[in-house]
């Protein structure tokens, strides 16, 4: 697409594409306020395609408390999700981190079944963007359309996806600065969180992980150390991935860049400029 083919794109349809904490949600937001759909590609997980086995996870807890228990066998109380744009905590939790079961660690199978999970999900969200593009325009009169997709889209190693995102929106790749790297690094640092790896991935680093460390069995990995120690390597590992979509289906712009664009005009304009230097 030219610059100048993209101006004149009545209905635009953009995929943001980057490491989580890099800019997404909050370029989202904005664009939400200049009469954008905002679609959640974690939202749509959340609630359309991993709402029962969230909700049954939850159930497992509370039938641990005898008091509960009781309420939840008899129906006098139910559960469900309040899963919100600005609030997936409730997808995180399923997600789970792997070690200690007395740290709310998992064993090694159980992860994997979540990951593998929340992997389908990720790419059907993804699949439906063409649907939501046409309830955009046509049910809630939104003119352009945002996916704020999530920060392992590059993992999934599903060309489909890829190929139907191309087709139905422009990609963006919103590329981490060396201050943006640093500033992730230390949001987990604080709060670390869940997150989805690629299983060759998973596998070969939980080994170097087990020797380092000096461990016998998964079951003695600390679970929150293990999260802030595959962070940076997971954040290396997806960099060369994301610039792959790119280069095959789209565009990078920086971090720094966009975070500069207050507007919705401003934010265009960095995709024109994006457009007209790939064509150089």
């Known amino acids: 697409m030219s610059a100048e083919q993209f101006a004149r794109w009545d209905a635009k349809s953009i995929t943001l594409l980057g490491m989580s904490g890099v800019g997404k949600t ?3 937001g904005r664009l939400r306020a200049a009469n954008w759909f905002h679609y959640s590609a974690d939202y749509r997980i959340g609630t359309r395609y991993l ?3 969230i909700l049954d996870n939850i159930k497992r807890q509370v039938m ?4 509960l228990r009781e309420l939840l066998r008899t129906d006098s109380i139910y559960i469900s999700n309040n899963i919100t744009v600005d609030n997936l905590t409730a997808v995180l939790t399923f997600l789970g981190k792997l070690g200690r079961p007395a740290q709310a660690g998992l064993d090694l199978q159980e992860f994997k079944r979540r990951q593998k999970l929340y992997r389908d999900a990720e790419v059907a969200a993804m699949l439906d963007v063409p649907e939501f593009i046409a309830k955009a325009h046509e049910i809630y009169g939104y003119q352009h359309f945002v996916n ?10 599903d060309p489909s996806a890829l190929e139907v995102l191309a087709e139905h929106t422009l990609i963006i790749y919103i590329e981490a600065t060396a201050e943006n790297g640093r500033q992730l690094l230390a949001r987990a640092e604080a709060d670390p969180k869940p997150l989805y ?4 991935f998973l596998d070969e680093q939980l080994a170097v992980y087990i020797a380092e460390k000096g461990l016998t069995s998964v079951a003695d990995i600390a679970p929150d150390d ?5 962070f940076p390597r997971l954040f290396a590992a ?3 991935r994301y610039e792959a979509i ?3 289906y789209g565009y990078t712009i920086r971090a720094d860049v966009l975070a500069a664009a207050h507007s919705e005009a401003a934010f265009l304009a960095c995709i024109g400029d994006a457009l007209r230097q790939s064509a150089v």
Do not use: T
């Open 26 to 28: 909050h370029l989202s």
């Open 238 to 240: 997806r960099v060369p």
């Open 246 to 248: 790119a280069r095959q």
């Open 51 to 53: 709402s029962e086995p």
């Open 64 to 67: 641990q408390v005898p008091f």
């Open 148 to 157: 704020d997709s999530a920060g392992s889209l590059c993992e999934l190693d």
């Open 197 to 200: 790896y690629r299983p060759a």
């Open 226 to 230: 293990f999260v802030l120690w595959m």
